[in-house]
């Protein structure tokens, strides 16, 4: 009986929640609803309504909670994509819904996070850190260094690249950033994307990319940050825009100033894998510095970086390959960042949110609560 009751909703908050969720025609949301794309229409069209089982299906795939389909018309200032924009000169329309979710996903922990820093009487850190496109670039990059307090010693005692993933992370979140990981997107559509809003703004990383590649996003988005300038990162983000550009160089030389270079000469293979292990960055950013600095020649870049990135991209495709098994609890930290898990446990603690609401806002089971506090709080 239950399956065949209809739900009492505006037609046209099936299409804006479609629409809203990236999908800019019906064949793909009606599969995976599980309809034909001609239901799915007259839906939208108000010639048929959709079952009270199917509505559910329909909030799961578009991402919203069921309750947002009985609003008396579609909520406004929810969606904030047009302060986003893709390097490679594709529309915003053209996010996959995927991308389109965690960018929604993201503001919406962020308005969270303020939140539970008024329930817990607490104020977020102001981020004083500021720059601008016509800013020198090592300058820039040493400020960055001093606000985030990573000096040559701390960044040589990081012994892998996943310590030195988490040693940049650690780093930014400590000044009041957050730091969220998205899983389900490829690295050919977004390496990662920032929300420069004050205060508590925030940095979204790829885990699909390589642990060097987020290190060198994690510190471009927070270039963008500085120049108080939304963005997302993709792979051809180096050539097409002086803001990228301006970035690009930042993260470059925060992760190796030029001192640093200046006084080794002979720069082969070895030496730059080697740097690039001592410092903990990958072998194209080393280059490129180089490149910078007039230690190599632009033909030997162009050769050089060829291999180094075809090597990357073997190196990822293993990597893929391999069923690492990964505890839900380090899961969710990494997906949720450390200061945003802090923030909840803290208002957990205090009674300000539930069990279920720790549960929803981490995505993660409760019976996995135990773990992440041993692993946030030691």
């Not at 065949?4 to 990236?22: F, Y």
């Not at 007259?42 to 089982?53: L, M, N, Y």
């Not at 670039?137 to 606000?147: G, L, N, P, W, Y």
């Not at 291999?307 to 391999?322: D, F, G, N």
Request: charged share 25%.
């Amino acid at each position: 009986m239950t399956a065949s009751v209809k739900a009492i909703i505006k037609p046209e908050l099936l299409e804006w929640a479609r629409k809203s969720a990236g999908y800019k025609t019906l064949a793909e949301p009606a599969t995976k609803i599980g309809v034909k794309e001609e239901k799915l229409a007259s839906w939208e069209a108000g010639r048929d309504r959709p079952t009270v089982v199917q509505l559910r299906k329909i909030a799961e795939v578009y991402k919203r909670p069921i309750a947002v389909f009985y609003l008396p018309a579609p909520p406004k200032g929810v969606d904030v994509l047009h302060d986003f924009r893709t390097i490679s000169g594709s529309a915003v329309g053209a996010y996959s819904p995927v991308l389109t979710y965690e960018i929604r996903r993201a503001y919406h922990r962020r308005e969270k996070a303020i939140e539970m820093y008024e329930d817990l009487g607490e104020k977020p850190m102001s981020v004083e850190l500021k720059a601008a496109l016509n800013d020198n670039v090592d300058s820039t990059a040493e400020k960055i260094r001093e606000f985030l307090s990573v000096t040559r010693e701390l960044q040589e005692s990081w012994k892998n690249p996943y310590d030195s993933l988490n040693g940049w992370k650690n780093a930014v979140e400590s000044r009041g950033i957050l730091v969220f990981q998205a899983s389900k997107i490829e690295v050919n559509e977004m390496r990662g994307f920032s929300i420069a809003t004050q205060p508590l703004p925030a940095i979204v990383l790829n885990s699909k990319d390589a642990p060097y590649g987020r290190i060198f996003t994690l510190l471009h988005e927070l270039t963008h940050i500085a120049l108080r300038s939304d963005g997302v990162c993709t792979l051809d983000s180096a050539a097409r825009d002086k803001t990228e550009i301006f970035c690009n160089a930042v993260a470059g030389s925060t992760l190796l100033p030029s001192a640093w270079l200046m006084s080794t000469s002979g720069w082969d293979d070895e030496t730059i894998r080697s740097v690039s292990k001592k410092f903990g960055m990958s072998s194209q950013v080393v280059l490129r510095r180089l490149l910078s600095l007039g230690k190599i020649s632009q033909t030997q870049y162009e050769t050089k970086k060829s291999i180094y990135e075809r090597e990357a991209e073997l190196h990822l495709a293993k990597q893929s390959e391999k069923q690492i098994i990964v505890e839900q609890s380090t899961k969710a930290i990494a997906a949720a960042g450390k200061l945003f898990t802090r923030l909840v446990l803290d208002c957990y603690h205090q009674n300000k949110v539930t069990t279920s609401d720790v549960s929803d806002l981490l995505s993660v089971r409760v019976q996995h609560l135990g773990d992440i506090e041993h692993k946030v709080y030691g």
